[in-house]
């Protein structure tokens, strides 16, 4: 973040990598909801839907944004370019569906949906008519009204029913398209109650512990509901951030919006996989995801090295944590951060990864790559 998610320049960077999300009005919330608001719980287990297996076939994607101004002429020219480097899967936000689709699968490649969904800065209809549904920091603050770091930090709420029936609803607007093969959720979590410790001097912090103007969400479905389970409500805690019980209650908040929104594209028949923070451990500690424990297709940790102050070993260390947690239950693909490599370097960051058992890598982001860096791409053993 030049952001707190681990990207580039936070102040003009409008999702996890830095796409732009479309805004919703009323009609499109109206026909989306319809079709979420039947979604069953999904069960409480580990994998991919029962009896049911990764439909993910390529080893090695790149996130695009695709709201960038080309020409369907000049969309196909830029996949058959990454096509003929070994890349076989495309993440694209933002742009028309039709024509970029189109684009990818002409050209031998699988074209996915990479959406947000907990930061719901760019959707009107929510601000303007539900604007409960977004977090509360511990300092008592919305993030609709006061976002911590940066003004797009504006998040909604998982532990909310009618906020799980919305984003059900988009999603399966966006699953029901014939032409895309798959969904990828970004932004799926809490706001970053600690930075990694390469971002803190951008925004003057020192992120000892975990401090209250950073600290979502306890709002008062959130401390209601902790009440009712538990007994106490979190704000009269003597030490909520050190709390087993709140910690979890609050990875489970986001699990179970991961569950809902799995069932969902899992009804239409295609995958759903989702970018996600580098290790189980720093994801639960930085910002509230459990992501060993969500019911996807795959997982995509942004193994972005110096973001935590770390080598490129540490990419493998990282990857070899996340396929160990996830037990073979989904494969791992090991999410790369071009402004920080070299082609060289590139081509060492997909070794280690697959080395430590990645089903394959995804970079950041498609017009990052150059033509040295497709070579390194190419030289590797992406497709082994």
Same mark, same amino acid.
């Given at each position: 973040m030049a952001h707190p998610s681990g990207r580039e320049d936070l102040v003009d960077t409008m999702s996890e990598h830095g796409a732009r999300q479309g805004t919703l009005d009323r009609r499109t919330f109206v026909q989306t909801v319809g079709y979420g608001a039947a979604a069953l719980a999904m069960p409480d287990h580990h994998g991919p839907s029962a009896g049911r297996q990764s439909q993910l076939s390529p080893r090695s994607w790149t996130w695009v944004h695709g709201g960038k101004a080309r020409t369907g002429g000049e969309w196909h020219q830029a996949f058959r370019r990454i096509r003929a480097a070994g890349i076989e899967g495309v993440l694209v936000s933002g742009g028309e569906?039709?024509?970029?689709?189109?684009?990818?699968?002409?050209?031998?490649? =699988?074209?996915?949906?990479?959406?947000?969904?907990?930061?719901?800065?760019? %959707?009107? !209809?929510?601000?303007?008519n539900h604007p409960e549904w977004y977090s509360v920091s511990r300092s008592g603050d919305s993030s609709l009204e006061k976002p911590p770091y940066v003004g797009y930090y504006q998040w909604v709420c998982p532990t909310?029913?009618?906020?799980?029936?919305?984003?059900?609803?988009?999603? %399966?607007?966006?699953?029901?398209?014939? *032409?895309?093969?798959?969904?990828?959720?970004?932004?799926?979590?809490?706001?970053?109650?600690?930075?990694?410790?390469?971002?803190?001097?951008?925004?003057?912090?020192?992120?000892? *512990?975990?401090?209250?103007?950073?600290?979502?969400?306890?709002?008062?479905?959130?401390?209601?509901?902790?009440?009712?389970r538990f007994g106490r409500d979190p704000l009269a805690l003597a030490d909520a951030p050190a709390?087993?019980? !709140?910690?979890?209650?609050?990875? %489970?908040?986001?699990?179970?919006?991961?569950?809902?929104?799995a069932e969902t594209v899992h009804a239409r028949g295609k995958p759903i996989t989702a970018a996600v923070f580098p290790t189980p451990d720093l994801a639960r500690a930085l910002v509230r995801q459990s992501w060993d424990e969500w019911p996807l297709d795959a997982v995509f940790p942004m193994l972005?090295?110096?973001?935590?102050?770390?080598?490129?070993?540490?990419?493998?260390?990282?990857?070899?944590?996340?396929?160990?947690?996830?037990?073979?239950?989904?494969?791992?693909?090991?999410?790369?951060?071009?402004?920080?490599?070299?082609? =060289?370097?590139?081509?060492?960051?997909?070794?280690?990864?697959?080395?430590?058992?990645a089903g394959g890598t995804a970079t950041f982001e498609m017009d990052g790559l150059t033509d040295a860096h497709l070579r390194a791409l190419s030289g590797t053993a992406v497709q082994r």
């Open positions: 569906t039709r024509m970029l689709a189109d684009a990818a699968h002409d050209e031998g490649l =699988e074209f996915h949906r990479w959406i947000w969904v907990l930061n719901r800065n760019g %959707d009107r !209809w929510a601000k303007e909310r029913e009618p906020v799980r029936e919305y984003l059900a609803g988009v999603v %399966d607007g966006i699953a029901r398209d014939a *032409r895309v093969d798959g969904v990828h959720l970004d932004y799926i979590r809490h706001p970053d109650v600690i930075l990694p410790k390469g971002l803190w001097a951008k925004y003057y912090l020192v992120q000892d *512990r975990e401090y209250p103007e950073f600290d979502f969400c306890y709002c008062d479905v959130c401390r209601s509901t902790f009440e009712r709390d087993a019980d !709140w910690r979890r209650f609050r990875w %489970d908040s986001v699990t179970g919006v991961v569950r809902r929104l972005y090295h110096e973001f935590y102050e770390e080598s490129i070993e540490w990419v493998g260390a990282s990857a070899g944590e996340g396929v160990a947690a996830l037990s073979g239950a989904r494969p791992l693909y090991a999410g790369l951060y071009l402004p920080s490599l070299s082609p =060289e370097e590139l081509a060492a960051g997909v070794r280690v990864a697959l080395d430590a058992g």
